[in-house]
């Protein structure tokens, strides 16, 4: 059998479970067990025979994603800005959106300047692991309450190169945190979805994210509340916030954020859907 019969057999199996996209995750289970990268896929994929023992492994990884495993738990790993990361059933597997939140941030930051940043809820280390990695000058306190996960951060931190210096991990419970430490930014992606809501999301294998996670609390707004007292107490005068949030909840977050307090800015994702908010302490 050749490379290309294994996709296009692993490409019908995950049809017939109505997987919405069969061919890209045929291809993105293939590349795994081939160890090989798109090009090479495409090159060799009529010509090249699979080995036996890689196609009862990549009929295996079909079964079990079938079965309704997610794609991303399979083969353990996911591309963050440019970043490949270590992922498990202990982390939140990072999006696309909070891609763009960190570009949001990029763009903010000046590469002349040096920055002391707090991160709230760090799971993978997706946002520091990009943040230290684009910006030569920055200290980062990435805070994170599930000890597990924080594990998986720190492999990631490990695997590319970024020392304690530069990110420095912590498990602390954002609602515990007494700290009265001064950040020129504070960035997150918190839990954000009403507590019911991840219930239901978890029991219909929607998604396959840490249950803490995902759960906001009964409104799903609980970590935006506690963000205010946050940067009231954290932030640097001239410093900001920004973090992001569920589709929907930008009228909310705003009523929080009192604006005599505070200059508040917002943006859409690529889908025009409310996704992040900047805030800064009026001056
Ligand atoms: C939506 S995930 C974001 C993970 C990662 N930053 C990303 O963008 O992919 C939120 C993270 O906050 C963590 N978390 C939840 N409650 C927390 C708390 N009270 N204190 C600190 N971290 C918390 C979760 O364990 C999870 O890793």
Same mark, same amino acid.
């Given at each position: 059998?050749?490379?290309?019969?294994?996709?296009?057999?692993?490409?019908?199996?995950?049809?017939?479970?109505?997987?919405?996209?069969?061919?890209?995750?045929?291809?993105?289970?293939?590349?795994?067990?081939?160890?090989?990268?798109?090009?090479?896929?495409?090159?060799?994929?009529?010509?090249?025979?699979?080995?036996?023992?890689?196609?009862?492994?990549?009929?295996? +990884?079909?079964?079990?994603?079938?079965?309704?495993?997610?794609?991303?738990?399979?083969? *353990?790993?996911?591309?963050?800005?440019?970043?490949?990361?270590?992922?498990?059933?202990?982390?939140?597997?990072?999006?696309?959106?909070?891609?763009? +939140?960190?570009?949001?941030? +990029?763009?903010?930051?000046?590469?002349?300047?040096?920055?002391?940043?707090?991160?709230?809820?760090?799971?993978?280390?997706?946002?520091?692991?990009?943040?230290?990695?684009?910006?030569?000058?920055?200290?980062?306190?990435?805070?994170?309450?599930?000890?597990?996960?924080?594990?998986?951060?720190?492999?990631?931190?490990?695997?590319?190169?970024?020392?304690?210096?530069?990110?420095?991990?912590?498990?602390?419970?954002?609602?515990?945190?007494?700290?009265?430490?001064?950040?020129?930014?504070?960035?997150?992606?918190?839990?954000?979805?009403?507590?019911?809501?991840?219930?239901?999301?978890?029991?219909?294998?929607?998604?396959?994210?840490?249950?803490?996670?995902?759960?906001?609390?009964?409104?799903?707004?609980?970590?935006?509340? +506690?963000?205010?007292?946050?940067?009231?107490?954290?932030?640097?005068?001239?410093?900001?916030?920004?973090?992001?949030?569920?589709?929907?909840?930008?009228?909310?977050?705003?009523?929080?954020?009192?604006?005599?307090?505070?200059?508040?800015?917002?943006?859409?994702?690529?889908?025009?859907?409310?996704?992040?908010?900047?805030? *800064?302490?009026?001056?």
């Amino acid at each position: 059998m050749t490379i290309n019969d294994a996709y296009n057999k692993g490409k019908k199996l995950l049809q017939q479970s109505n997987i919405v996209n069969p061919s890209l995750e045929s291809e993105i289970l293939l590349l795994h067990v081939l160890n090989i990268d798109k090009k090479q896929f495409i090159l060799y994929r009529k010509q090249s025979k699979i080995p036996f023992l890689k196609l009862l492994k990549f009929l295996f +990884l079909i079964k079990k994603r079938q079965k309704g495993k997610n794609l991303f738990h399979l083969i *353990k790993k996911v591309n963050f800005y440019g970043l490949d990361l270590i992922v498990d059933k202990n982390v939140l597997i990072p999006r696309p959106e909070t891609e763009e +939140l960190v570009e949001i941030l +990029l763009k903010k930051m000046d590469q002349n300047k040096k920055y002391s940043i707090l991160e709230i809820g760090t799971g993978s280390g997706c946002i520091p692991a990009v943040i230290a990695k684009n910006h030569g000058n920055i200290r980062i306190d990435a805070i994170e309450k599930n000890k597990k996960a924080l594990k998986i951060a720190k492999k990631n931190l490990q695997l590319h190169y970024i020392g304690n210096q530069k990110v420095n991990l912590l498990n602390i419970d954002i609602f515990k945190f007494n700290s009265s430490k001064k950040y020129d930014i504070i960035i997150s992606n918190p839990p954000y979805i009403a507590s019911d809501e991840t219930k239901i999301l978890l029991k219909n294998k929607t998604v396959s994210d840490p249950y803490i996670s995902l759960n906001g609390g009964t409104d799903g707004l609980d970590f935006y509340r +506690l963000f205010k007292n946050i940067c009231i107490k954290n932030l640097n005068k001239r410093g900001f916030m920004i973090f992001e949030h569920g589709m929907g909840q930008r009228s909310k977050i705003l009523e929080i954020f009192n604006d005599e307090i505070f200059n508040i800015e917002f943006y859409n994702d690529m889908s025009d859907i409310d996704r992040v908010i900047i805030v *800064k302490r009026k001056l």
